[in-house]
């Protein structure tokens, strides 16, 4: 295995870069098949990349936290293409993640746009060069850092995959079942102690804001950055977790003060974690004694030598095992036969037949998008990376895996904190654990994958785990 990677006793440097990526009033809006109206009204707060870049000896590397729902494969690599084109970084040191965010602009389903696809293709198009923007003013930030991690919990996030009484696995909100509540926070400081940036690792569906809503939301993420960023200072950036399966403890609703609420609770529970974390400690000398009425030992407080972190980056791409799909001719027949009735439901004024055509809609689309992306293929090519610092691994794949990967991983990880995400570096597809697909639920349905993938995603990151962590040791 290459493993990118500096020696151990150069400096870490760390800069940070931002570019508003707010969607402009009229652009399409789209992160859910219930959903009647096509256009977003305008911004309840505004949509941001945030980036972080790393420097160590010749090495870069860049993350990328983005206030969108996501990027298919073409869009991903028009995308990494900009960053290296304008900041020299290849593409294997670059990961792009987004949070996921449900009320964005629509950038991935494309083709279920009848309305104002100018303007969401606008949007899309600009979006490499303000992407590319916020890493290369990071690049010009470097100086010299010091890096601390806390763990945590935070619980606004509940299992969302619940039972009907009927027998039917849907989302919603499943408090009997186990949820994953870690919270990870990546303190970065300058060397005067100051707050340069942190990162913020947490598992849940920004869907808070639901398919009612008609303002552009960046959900929990965007109040939480805030928050952290006003206690904390420097920049925050959230790395959206394993969180296939996880979804907020109240959502899918047009009252936007939930999702504030949320993001604040995540934010001060973020922020109370970063100011337990010392990246410069410090031993305790005895220096006199102070006479009182008890008498008072006074000391000084020696900054302890510590050796910067090495921080290396891999990336590859896994082979995952594909599920049969039907013929795609058949699955686009019925695709443009559903929308053109949710079409006609609309303009008749009928929206509740509108609303459960478009949700056929929807469901036929993402089957149509599979056949077409996978069909006759046995595995497929599918991004992971490990960004190591110190004694932190940052690991994320492409799509949206279950919370029970991330965990297995964590348990079985040798390096000390293991952040696991999804929603990076482009793709979309559901990785669901074994036991779902026993009962099916919309995951389950709409995943281009096999049972056996879920292993192999396991498998193969701890792998990489174990011989990144003993080349480390070595």
């Not at 919603?172 to 707050?195: F, K, M, Q, T, Y």
């Not at 973020?270 to 410090?282: G, K, V, Y």
């Not at 779902?436 to 919309?442: D, P």
Request: with cysteine; glycine share 10%; proline share 6%.
């Amino acid at each position: 295995m290459r493993v990118d990677s500096s020696h151990e006793a150069k400096s870490l440097l760390a800069g940070t870069g931002r570019c508003d990526i707010t969607p402009c009033p009229g652009t399409p809006q789209g992160g859910w098949g219930a959903q009647t109206h096509e256009r977003g009204i305008c911004a309840d707060m505004p949509l941001f990349v945030t980036a972080l870049a790393f420097g160590q000896g010749e090495t870069r590397i860049l993350i990328l936290d983005a206030d969108a729902i996501g990027f298919d494969a073409e869009w991903t690599t028009k995308i990494l293409q900009a960053v290296t084109n304008l900041t020299g970084v290849p593409e294997s040191h670059i990961r792009f993640s987004v949070s996921h965010t449900h009320s964005g602009a629509n950038t991935f389903r494309l083709k279920n746009i009848t309305v104002g696809l100018g303007m969401a293709m606008g949007y899309l198009e600009s979006l490499p060069q303000s992407i590319a923007g916020a890493a290369w003013q990071a690049l010009q930030n470097l100086e010299p850092v010091r890096v601390g991690i806390a763990q945590g919990e935070c619980r606004i996030n509940r299992m969302r995959r619940v039972l009907t009484p009927s027998g039917e696995c849907v989302v919603g909100v499943n408090e009997e079942a186990p949820s994953d509540h870690a919270l990870h926070v990546l303190r970065i400081d300058r060397e005067d102690g100051s707050a340069l940036a942190s990162i913020v690792h947490y598992a849940c569906h920004p869907t808070t804001a639901g398919w009612q809503c008609e303002r552009f939301t960046p959900d929990f993420p965007g109040p939480m950055r805030q928050l952290v960023e006003e206690q904390i200072g420097g920049r925050c950036l959230f790395l959206q977790g394993a969180a296939g399966d996880l979804g907020p403890r109240r959502g899918f609703t047009g009252d936007l003060s939930v999702y504030h609420q949320l993001g604040k609770e995540l934010g001060l529970a973020a922020a109370s974690l970063a100011t337990t974390i010392d990246t410069q400690p410090r031993t305790a000398r005895f220096v006199s004694v102070m006479p009182s009425g008890a008498n008072i030992a006074e000391y000084e407080y020696d900054p302890v030598a510590i050796a910067p972190p090495r921080c290396r980056v891999f990336s590859r791409a896994l082979q995952l095992p594909l599920r049969d799909f039907p013929a795609k001719e058949r699955l686009a027949m019925e695709f443009e036969a559903l929308n053109k009735e949710a079409r006609r439901l609309k303009e008749a004024g009928d929206q509740d037949a509108a609303r459960r055509m478009q949700a056929q809609a929807t469901q036929m689309g993402w089957r149509l998008e599979n056949a077409r992306l996978y069909g006759g293929q046995h595995k497929t090519p599918w991004p992971m990376q490990i960004i190591s610092i110190g004694p932190t691994a940052l690991v994320s794949v492409a799509g949206e895996p279950f919370s029970s990967i991330a965990q297995r991983i964590r348990e079985s990880s040798p390096f000390p904190f293991t952040l696991v995400s999804g929603y990076s570096n482009g793709g979309f597809g559901y990785i669901p654990d074994r036991a779902a697909y026993a009962v099916g639920g919309y995951e389950v349905e709409a995943t281009p994958f096999s049972p056996d993938a879920v292993d192999t995603v396991v498998h193969e990151i701890l792998k990489s785990l174990n011989e990144m962590f003993q080349e480390e040791e070595a």
